[in-house]
Nanobody, 122 residues
């Protein structure tokens, strides 16, 4: 099992910055990919950014050039630096661990954190 705990959300003015953190803990062998998703009211959950393996990254077009995802495998952490925030970035942000290998299993498991609220408003 993997437990994911997000932190760093809050209220920020347009143009401001926030840094989200996600800590993974539990009895796992390896996490294949870690990423951030978000869900705004009335909308479906969408991918924001993902880091696959050691350093392969992918971003939603709407956040390219503004958000940066990074991963510290030694600490089992993933971060999302969010700059130049816009009101449309307002959402609950969820941490995700994918392609997780538990002891004696293939890398097939997927886990979610409980989410952290990000509100961009003046």
């Amino acid at each position: 099992q993997v437990q994911l705990v997000e932190s760093g959300g809050g209220l920020v003015q347009p143009g401001g910055s926030l840094r989200l953190s996600c800590a993974a803990s539990g009895s796992f062998v390896r996490i294949g990919a870690m990423g951030w998703y978000r869900q705004a009211p009335g909308k479906e959950r969408e991918l924001v950014a993902i880091v696959i393996g050691e350093a392969g990254t992918n971003y939603a077009d709407s956040v390219k050039g503004r958000f940066t995802i990074s991963r510290d495998n030694a600490k089992n952490m993933v971060y999302l630096q969010m700059n130049s925030l816009k009101p449309e970035d307002t959402a609950v942000y969820f941490c995700n661990a994918a392609s997780v290998r538990l002891v004696g299993t293939p890398p097939i498991y997927n886990y979610w954190g409980h989410g952290t609220q990000v509100t961009v408003s003046s």
